[in-house]
């Protein structure tokens, strides 16, 4: 009789592996690279990256490697902004965020109303998040409450870590999309008891931004934030002019419009703060204090007109930065196709962004930002096994441009630059295959 060893929760991959253990911008030794590497899972997590000739013996001699020499496996994207309910309206042009808000957004969320509808938009905005091969993303829900349940069970029949949110909004916007300040945190209690650490789900109380929310609102928020440490929390601030002197007449007394979400207790670790381009200095202090994070979001930034954000202050003071998508401001649900344009953005006021810088802001630098390194971003053993591969050949244009790189970040660049949902061969989570390329 044959002997055979049950390794049915192990799983081995040979590709090259690129994995962050530090920030690029400030530390030398900052990733691992093996060209010819193998990356070993059991039960969904994480058991070892190294050279193939480092962990070969220890394959058990009867298990299949899974073998895409050729391509590179690196931990899934993860982008930390991006509203699901806003998938149907991507690239609609207005003159600026708040006539965008009210020709697309608030008519397209108004439809929210309806769980089927969003059970629908629901599965194909995850669908398309895992083409693209993001594993992770801070998401807005809108602000019914179903809208929520319609997405946590989306991404929980793809055993996916999701972190979302019902919207709070309460004024200054249509009638049929208003809660008010009782019942939005009502309804948000309850969806923390219903969704936050339930499989890989987390919860993110999410007041759209200051000027839909009434003082009230955002005092019983902050409350909730504060009542619940371990939830996120996620808004929006300094996008655009006209919000920002909207805020700024809102809530007078406020030293910025950062200093609103401060007074009511919102900055703290596990905050995520989208766009964050008319900050000041003090501003950039008191999220880098308190731990608060950034979600840069450049192809809406671009797309919106609502102007360039200053990688250099933001590294000057040290604050915590992720890369976001912002879909449907946003013009792609791609992060290879965020990172091209945040290289602009950032060549805009003279930065140089490398491509590891970006690789490591998609990946580890995210996942720090909202306090989850030991879970997520890396390859380090025991993180949860959420990773792409990528395909370097996807195009003739990558592949002529890939092949006569001669280092890592020459090849990590074209990649960010020529790269997009094709160069995603194939996306897993939690060790199971959730999408591949060639096979749809
Ligand atoms: N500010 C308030 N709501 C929104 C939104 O839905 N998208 C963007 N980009 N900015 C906002
Ligand atoms: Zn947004």
């Known amino acids: 009789m044959r002997m055979t060893t049950d390794h049915s929760g192990m799983q081995v991959y040979r590709a090259s592996l690129l994995h962050f253990i530090q920030d690029p911008a400030f530390h030398e030794q900052a990733y691992r690279w093996h060209e010819d590497g193998l990356l070993l899972i059991a039960d969904g997590k994480i058991v ?8 070969k013996q220890r394959i058990p001699p009867d298990l299949q490697i899974r073998d895409f020499r050729g391509k590179l496996i690196m931990p899934g994207f993860i982008d930390t902004h991006i509203h699901y309910p806003q998938t149907d309206i991507i690239g609609s042009p207005a003159e600026g965020l708040l006539p965008w808000l009210e020709t697309y957004t608030f008519p397209t969320e108004k439809q929210f109303s309806d769980p089927l509808h969003a059970i629908e938009v629901a599965n194909f905005f995850l669908d398309e998040l895992l083409r693209c091969g993001t594993t992770t993303a801070m998401v807005y829900c809108t602000v019914h409450p179903a809208s929520v349940d319609a997405f946590f069970a989306a991404s929980e029949a793809r055993d996916l870590r999701m972190v979302a949110g019902k919207v709070l909004m309460d004024r200054h916007c249509p009638d049929f999309l208003q809660d008010t300040a009782e019942s939005g945190i009502r309804d948000t209690e309850a969806l923390i008891q219903r969704w936050h650490k339930r499989g890989r789900a987390l919860y993110a109380i999410t ?21 619940y440490p371990d939830t996120y ?7 655009n002019t006209d919000e920002v002197a909207w805020a700024r007449a809102l809530f007078p007394s406020a030293r910025s419009y950062m200093d609103v979400y401060d007074h009511y207790g919102m900055l703290r670790p596990r905050s995520m703060f989208a766009h964050c381009i008319w900050l000041d200095d003090l501003d950039r202090r008191r999220m880098a204090d308190t731990g608060a994070a950034v979600a840069v979001c450049p192809t809406s930034n671009l797309f919106l007109g609502s102007g360039l954000f200053n990688f250099e ?42 491509a590891l810088r970006m690789f490591y802001l998609a990946t580890l630098g995210a996942a720090r930002s909202m306090q989850l390194e030991g879970t997520l971003g890396s390859f380090s053993s025991g993180n949860e096994a959420d990773f792409i591969v990528l395909d370097l050949q996807a195009t003739p244009l990558l592949a002529r441009r890939t092949a006569r790189a001669d280092s890592l970040e020459e090849l990590l660049f074209a990649l960010a630059i020529l790269g997009d949902d094709r160069a995603v061969a194939a996306t897993y989570a939690a060790g199971r295959c959730v999408h591949s390329r060639d096979e749809e």
């Not at 929390?233 to 996008?239: K, R, S």
Request: net charge negative; charged share 20%.
């Open 48 to 55: 070892a990256a190294d050279d193939y000739e480092v962990l």
């Open 207 to 227: 007041p759209r931004f200051a000027p839909t929310s009434s003082l009230e609102q955002m005092h019983l928020a902050g409350e909730l934030a504060r009542a």
């Open 233 to 239: 929390l996620q808004t929006h601030v300094a996008e």
């Open 313 to 354: 202050r933001a590294d000057a003071m040290q604050v915590p930065l992720s890369l976001a998508t912002d879909v449907g401001g946003g013009t792609s649900f791609s992060m290879l196709h965020t990172m091209n344009e945040a290289y602009k953005v950032a060549r805009m006021s003279g930065t140089h962004l490398p």
